[in-house]
């Protein structure tokens, strides 16, 4: 049983907001004006146009973080970038607000200390439009909270960790599908709560929402796809298929309205193994 007055992330999400209570350019200066103003609140004038061209200026350098007080702003890359090691992690792991480039770690470090220091719950919400990166963001927070929020001898620490990493593919797996804007999507939206202890070790968790964009079951535009773990189950090994009874995706009407069965950047057959690896931990 966990105590009530832990410490605790809440983990929330909708469409266009995630609500979390609770390069490899890393040599560049949290200063370096080369890559453009790093904090927008320093701009010598405030515009959308200067605003424009900082962000373009620093993402045409591979920069795609840049702060504006304690507001982060990202612009989605579209391509893989180094930013996310564990080398880069222990870098933010203790550091001071701004002693270091903008960085969702740097929020993530700031909120995690904050909730220890302070001991009552903290927030990050993570907004924008679809495809903007929110699901990504809110990966990278989870795994940043995982790897610095410590261990203890004798207890289910690692197990809970293990358990807050590996649920987002098995939540993914039912709560996103390919839109025509964007192959991974959020089509839900969750109220996440992972409780600590003093130590800053995590306890357990719980989701208290799950809000499914249920209508998309059965029904998908031209171009479109249902929730993966359709496309997954059809995907998996065969001996699975066949205990299961699964045939072809022609075979179901859900899934042929639309006519799409892939979708770039998504690997169904592997992430039905990744889905599977998550169901028995997350329930």
Same mark, same amino acid.
């Given at each position: 049983?966990?105590?009530?007055?832990?410490?605790?992330?809440?983990?929330?999400?909708?469409?266009?907001?995630?609500?979390?209570?609770?390069?490899?350019?890393?040599?560049?200066?949290?200063?370096?004006?080369?890559?453009?103003?790093?904090?927008?609140?320093?701009?010598?004038?405030?515009?959308?146009?200067?605003?424009?061209?900082?962000?373009?200026?620093?993402?045409?350098?591979?920069?795609?973080?840049?702060?504006?007080?304690?507001?982060?702003?990202?612009?989605?890359?579209?391509?893989?970038?180094?930013?996310?090691?564990?080398?880069?992690?222990?870098?933010?792991?203790?550091?001071?607000?701004?002693?270091?480039?903008?960085?969702?770690?740097?929020?993530?470090?700031?909120?995690?200390?904050?909730?220890?220091?302070?001991?009552?719950?903290?927030?990050?919400?993570?907004?924008?439009?679809?495809?903007?990166?929110?699901?990504?963001?809110?990966?990278?927070?989870?795994?940043?909270?995982?790897?610095?929020?410590?261990?203890?001898?004798?207890?289910?620490?690692?197990?809970?960790?293990?358990?807050?990493?590996?649920?987002?593919?098995?939540?993914?797996?039912?709560?996103?599908?390919?839109?025509?804007?964007?192959?991974?999507?959020?089509?839900?939206?969750?109220?996440?709560?992972?409780?600590?202890?003093?130590?800053?070790?995590? /306890?357990?968790?719980? !989701?208290?929402?799950? $809000? *499914?964009?249920?209508?998309?079951? +059965?029904?998908?535009?031209? =171009?479109? /796809?249902?929730?993966? !773990?359709?496309?997954? $189950? *059809?995907?998996?090994?065969?001996? +699975?298929?066949?205990?299961? =009874?699964?045939?072809?995706?022609?075979?179901?009407?859900? $899934?042929?309205?639309?006519?799409?069965?892939?979708?770039?950047?998504?690997?169904?057959?592997?992430?039905?193994?990744?889905?599977?690896?998550?169901?028995?931990?997350?329930?």
């Amino acid at each position: 049983t966990v105590a009530k007055r832990l410490p605790r992330f809440c983990i929330g999400s909708q469409k266009c907001s995630n609500l979390w209570r609770i390069k490899s350019n890393m040599e560049d200066s949290a200063l370096d004006v080369s890559v453009g103003i790093h904090d927008l609140v320093l701009l010598p004038k405030l515009s959308d146009t200067e605003i424009t061209q900082n962000l373009k200026k620093r993402f045409s350098r591979d920069v795609i973080y840049t702060n504006i007080g304690s507001v982060l702003v990202s612009v989605n890359p579209f391509q893989p970038l180094p930013l996310y090691t564990k080398d880069i992690i222990q870098k933010y792991n203790g550091a001071v607000t701004h002693e270091l480039p903008p960085h969702i770690y740097s929020v993530a470090e700031n909120a995690f200390r904050s909730m220890l220091m302070e001991e009552e719950p903290q927030a990050v919400i993570i907004s924008g439009e679809s495809g903007a990166g929110k699901t990504e963001a809110s990966k990278q927070l989870i795994n940043y909270i995982a790897e610095v929020s410590g261990t203890a001898d004798g207890s289910n620490v690692e197990h809970v960790k293990n358990i807050i990493i590996e649920s987002n593919p098995l939540l993914e797996s039912f709560g996103n599908a390919k839109t025509l804007r964007n192959n991974n999507s959020s089509r839900f939206g969750k109220y996440f709560e992972i409780l600590f202890d003093e130590y800053g070790h995590p /306890r357990g968790g719980k !989701i208290e929402t799950f $809000l *499914l964009e249920k209508s998309r079951t +059965v029904g998908q535009m031209k =171009g479109e /796809r249902d929730f993966h !773990i359709f496309y997954q $189950l *059809l995907c998996a090994p065969d001996e +699975v298929k066949a205990a299961l =009874g699964l045939g072809a995706f022609d075979q179901y009407r859900l $899934l042929k309205r639309s006519g799409t069965y892939t979708a770039e950047g998504q690997h169904d057959a592997q992430d039905f193994n990744e889905t599977m690896a998550g169901h028995p931990r997350g329930g």
